[in-house]
């Protein structure tokens, strides 16, 4: 039991230490999405990818019966592409790596997660970034080739010999040539080489296989493309696409299973049914056997009791009921033998399934199934709260992501607003020194030909102001005597009041 309940708690550490590592690496995971190439530089990749195509065409063309291969084995042309690649110079400012390190992918340079999060083109021209790519043996020289690089492989074409390209011109001629008169020994020789097959065999699989991982990569690419520009309806699976194959392999195992078990099932109670019915018939035969010994035996205790030719009553009498208590006694005996059949067979199954219980096997006995299957539920609680805290980690990290994805929206939104609002009070000192300008213009303009005309439309405002203040005065005193003549009328109104009440009370 201790080495038991030590192996528990071992395992129960190794568990917890597992979950934090998975924790662990979905955090670096998310660190590492910040690092994430744009669609620009994807196209880049593209293009250097073509442009790599054409070089080693060129190449081809330089070597004498190349051509004649690479026609007769279409889909291995990409397996030469890191050949081809050191025989043209690179011109971009990017140090292609080390075929030592194929995991080390050095990328083009990319603007950081704040100039992405900016809407200024300028940013993304002004800020940069090495970017390091995940972990993939694909794309051994990813570089971005310029429009120089065009113009060497324009340089490289010019400089080929003419030699080599009547050579070539020759060699493709023959091969046609030969191709049209057809001979059955050399098409079976050419056709039935092991080693040739196999060469070619080796060449589609390994074109297959960088095929494959060039997708990968794309694919990859993409995903963090989108999730960079917080598309996630695009990257998230959704609800309606279809089942994986390994699960749909699985669920389709145990549907097949289900229906054999089914079956079996249906078999079972159909070969039930045939041997109860089989029972029942050989039960009713039974009876009808032992009813008629019974009827016999009554038949032979008459005969043999009742001999006289004439019987006396009472004798009869007496003869019915001792054969009727003996048939009555015969059922009890019946009835009490099934009980005692069926209660054996009851035991008999108890004794068997304890037996079963407490020696399972020829070493395990009850108590240490019982406290395995102790140890097993803890181990089950343990693990539905470590997947508890997992789904619960993982929603949290899914809230955080979708919070920071609606914060940068938002901060983009009043970065703009921001640039909006500071570009209209711009626009509005503009007019307000444009504004200042006129009167400054008019002033000058109206100089002092204008004051009389001031001084005049001053003194008539000094008189205005006056009489409207008397009229104000003349207006608060009417106010105030009203409000003393309405303050007398309510303290007429109150004594009257008081005085009616005090009427009324005596």
């Not at 390209?165 to 049209?180: A, F, N």
């Not at 297959?208 to 990968?216: A, G, L, R, T, V």
């Not at 015969?330 to 069926?342: E, F, G, N, Q």
Request: hydrophobic fraction near 30%; charged fraction near 35%; charge should be neutral.
């Amino acid at each position: 039991m201790d080495s038991e309940m030590g192996n528990t708690s071992d395992h129960e550490g190794q568990m917890s230490v597992s979950s934090d590592s998975n924790i662990r690496m979905r955090f670096d995971i998310l660190q590492t999405l910040r690092n994430i190439p744009d669609w620009d530089e994807l196209s880049d990749i593209g293009t250097s990818d073509q442009n790599q195509g054409i070089d080693k065409s060129v190449e081809m063309q330089q070597v004498p019966g190349s051509e004649l291969e690479q026609l007769q084995i279409p889909l291995a042309r990409r397996s030469l592409s890191s050949s081809a690649e050191s025989l043209i110079p690179s011109e971009t400012n990017y140090e292609a790596p080390s075929s030592q390190n194929d995991d080390d992918v050095q990328g083009p340079e990319i603007p950081s997660p704040s100039g992405l999060e900016s809407d200024d083109e300028s940013d993304w021209r002004r800020l940069g970034m090495q970017f390091k790519s995940s972990h993939v043996a694909t794309f051994k020289d990813i570089t971005s080739v310029s429009r120089s690089s065009i113009a060497s492989l324009n340089s490289i074409r010019t400089t080929l010999s003419i030699g080599q390209l009547v050579q070539s011109y020759l060699d493709g001629l023959i091969e046609k040539v030969v191709d049209i008169f057809v001979n059955s020994e050399y098409l079976r020789k050419k056709n039935l080489d092991k080693s040739k097959l196999m060469n070619r065999l080796l060449k589609e699989v390994d074109d297959h296989h960088w095929e494959s991982h060039d997708n990968n990569l794309l694919t990859k690419r993409l995903a963090e493309h989108h999730l960079r520009r917080f598309k996630y309806s695009l990257v998230t699976p959704s609800s309606r696409s279809h089942i994986n194959e390994s699960h749909l392999r699985r669920y389709m195992g145990a549907l097949n299973e289900l229906d054999h078990w089914l079956h079996r099932t249906r078999q079972a109670e159909q070969m039930h049914l045939a041997e109860r019915e089989r029972l029942l018939a050989e039960l009713e035969r039974m009876q009808l056997e032992d009813n008629e010994k019974v009827e016999r035996l009554e038949e032979i205790f008459r005969s043999t009791i009742l001999r006289g030719t004439q019987p006396s009553e009472r004798l009869r009498l007496v003869t019915e009921t001792a054969l009727k208590h003996m048939r009555a006694k015969r059922d009890a005996l019946s009835a009490t033998r099934l009980i005692l059949i069926i209660k054996q067979h009851d035991n008999s199954y108890i004794k068997k399934k304890v037996d079963e219980i407490e020696a399972i096997s020829g070493e395990v006995k009850l108590e240490t199934y019982l406290s395995a299957d102790n140890d097993v539920q803890q181990m089950v609680t343990t693990l539905n709260h470590k997947n508890a805290e997992l789904e619960r980690m993982c929603t949290l990290v899914k809230t955080k992501i979708h919070t920071i994805s609606h914060l940068r929206c938002r901060r983009k939104l009043l970065n703009r607003r921001f640039r909006e609002a500071k570009d209209e009070l711009r626009e509005r000192r503009k007019r307000q020194i444009a504004l200042r300008d006129e009167i400054k213009e008019v002033r000058r303009e109206g100089g002092i030909m204008c004051y009389p005309k001031l001084l005049a439309d001053f003194d008539r405002t000094e008189k205005f102001i006056a009489i409207k203040q008397e009229s104000i005065e003349e207006l608060k005193t009417q106010y105030d005597n009203l409000l003393r003549r309405i303050d007398k009328i309510e303290l007429k109104i109150l004594e009257s009041n008081k005085s009616e009440i005090m009427s009324r009370s005596d």
